[in-house]
Structures are given as structure tokens and as C-alpha cells.
């Protein structure tokens, strides 16, 4: 669990098209810069882990709910479309000029390793966490402008979330390595997610549900 700044809630919930150019430069944002690579990352994780142990093409799922109308959605996709390109530019490159992906990179990763280790003596688990190295040749291959293997998805209407439904689950469907879910109220209630690596949660509600918060 990671605090989130105020002000990086703020920003999502209004236009400002000056976070488009600044992307991960801005410190405002630097909260949902850090969920975005976090949640790459555990992608990376479970998809190398799951191919090791079942050899198949596991996919996952991240969920943005910050507010519940609609035309901040759009923008909120907006930024997080400009921040992942930001993400991939850098770790796909190599680019080392400026430092604060691979910073965050390096935190995550030790958050990662700690829960594994803590996990694998408790007897939760019993699989190691991949090398740094692996996850970032792994995320690379996510980022590949071939293959493209990542999807943002509004899903704020019950007509949208009709179309994105498995029809044998009832679940949102995932048609990527990582799929990421910006929307309102359905999000929070209307349907199922699975794999879900990533809750970025900045909503205010008026009236404090806590069943349907922890749901």
C-alpha cells in the first residue's frame, strides 16, 4: 500500500493539458507514474512465474477509479496513455538520462522481493521472485511496438461494459498481458475483474461504504 498525494488526485480530476507535455517530469503526477511501473512490474512477475510453472500466457488486470463522472474519465486516460508511453520510451531504450524510472523501478522491486520473501516463509508461496534484469526485458517485450501487449480501457457505461464482457465468465475481458480499467461507479460495484495486480483508488464518496470499498 502506497499513499497517494493529494495533489495527484487533484490533477486527474480536471483537465490540464500542461501534464501532457511535463508526463513523468511533473512531481504531481509522480503517484500514478509509480502505480504505472509498480503494476508493469508485477505483470512482468506473474507472467514469468505462471510460465514457468504452467507454461501458459498469463494475463492481468489493473483497475484507475478516482471519480465517478464521466468526461474526467476520458481524461484520465489520456495522461495515463502519455505516462505509459513516457514508461516504455525510457525502459525500452535504455535511456538513462533521467533517472526517476529506474528509481522507482529499484524501490518497487525491493517492496516486491521483501512480500515474496515474507511470503515463501510464511508457506504462501513457494516460487522466487525473477531477477530485476528479467522483469525489464520481460516489460520490454509488453512495451514491443510490434505486439503491443497492453490495452487502456473506459469502462464507465453499462453499454461499454457489454462490449469488453467475456461471454463465458461475465467477467471483463482481457485481451492483453496488461490491461488497465479507468471508469466510475461500475468499477466499484457492477462486475468482476480477475487478476487484478493494481487498485489505483482517489474518490472522495460522499457517503463512506466501507463493504463496498473493500469489495
Given at each position: ?28 503526477i ?5 502505480a504505472l ?30 471519480d ?22 525510457v ?8 533517472k526517476r ?22 508457506g504462501?508461496i ?14 520490454q ?9 497492453y490495452?487502456?480501457?473506459m ?40 487478476n487484478?495486480?493494481?487498485?489505483f483508488?482517489g ?7 466501507q ?5
Open positions: 500500500y502506497h499513499q497517494i498525494d493529494q495533489k495527484c488526485v487533484d490533477v486527474l480530476g480536471h483537465e490540464d493539458k500542461r501534464f501532457l507535455n511535463s508526463s513523468v517530469s511533473s512531481k504531481l509522480y503517484g500514478l507514474t509509480y511501473v509498480a503494476y508493469f512490474m508485477a505483470t512482468a512477475i506473474r507472467r514469468i512465474q505462471v510460465r514457468s510453472e504452467k507454461n501458459i500466457d498469463y494475463k492481468t488486470s489493473a483497475i484507475i477509479h478516482v465517478i463522472d464521466k468526461k474526467n474519465h476520458d481524461w484520465q486516460r489520456r495522461i495515463v496513455e502519455r505516462l505509459i508511453k513516457s514508461i516504455r520510451d525502459i525500452v531504450d535504455e535511456d538513462y538520462t533521467d524510472i529506474w528509481v522507482a523501478m529499484e524501490s518497487i522491486y525491493n517492496d516486491y522481493v521483501e512480500s515474496n520473501k515474507k511470503g515463501r516463509e510464511e504462501l513457494n516460487i522466487a521472485i525473477p531477477s530485476l534484469k528479467e522483469i525489464q526485458e520481460e516489460i517485450n509488453i512495451f514491443s511496438p510490434k505486439f503491443k501487449n490495452h487502456v480501457q469502462v464507465n457505461s453499462d453499454e461499454e461494459v457489454d462490449k469488453i464482457l467475456d461471454d463465458e465468465t461475465g467477467e471483463l475481458s482481457l485481451d492483453c498481458a496488461a490491461n488497465i480499467f479507468i471508469g466510475g461507479n461500475i468499477l466499484d460495484r457492477g462486475v468482476t475483474i480477475k487484478m495486480l493494481c487498485f483508488y474518490r472522495d464518496p460522499k457517503r463512506f461504504q463493504d463496498t470499498v473493500l469489495q
